[in-house]
């Protein structure tokens, strides 16, 4: 089975930073890319950034400048860096895989479980 799971929320203050990690294991035949995803509730998933494989990695106009998305490809690993967090910031943040168990099959995706992040003011 394919598994992503997050690590690093918690609770900050605005001005502060958290670092938010996410691990996938699993059989893959290959990656396309990961990304992070943040919902509150009632809303849904919006994308805070994405590194595909690749391509170019892309950010939410609302984070650009403050987050930084990373990699390390032999852990299987993705990060994201929060820096001058805001308390609208606040939000579960999700990590998302998307890949193919096989070459004939398309591509699918897998979500990790969230980690609350919550920024106050």
């Known amino acids: 089975q394919v598994q992503l799971v997050e690590s690093g929320g918690g609770l900050v203050q605005a001005g502060g930073s958290l670092r938010l990690s996410c691990k996938l294991s699993?059989?893959?035949?290959?990656?396309?890319?990961m990304g992070w995803y943040r919902q509150v509730p009632g809303k849904q998933h919006d994308l805070v950034a994405f590194?595909?494989?690749?391509?170019?990695?892309m950010y939410a106009d609302s984070v650009k400048g403050r987050f930084t998305i990373s990699r390390d490809n032999a852990n299987r690993m993705v990060y994201l860096q929060m820096n001058s967090l805001k308390p609208e910031d606040t939000a579960v943040y999700y990590c998302?895989?998307?890949?193919?168990?096989?070459?004939?099959?398309?591509?699918?995706?897998?979500w990790g479980q969230g980690t609350q992040v919550t920024v106050s003011s």
């Open positions: 998302n895989a998307d890949y193919r168990t096989a070459l004939t099959r398309s591509s699918t995706s897998s």
């Open positions: 699993g059989p893959i035949f290959s990656l396309n890319g």
């Open positions: 590194i595909p494989i690749g391509g170019s990695t």
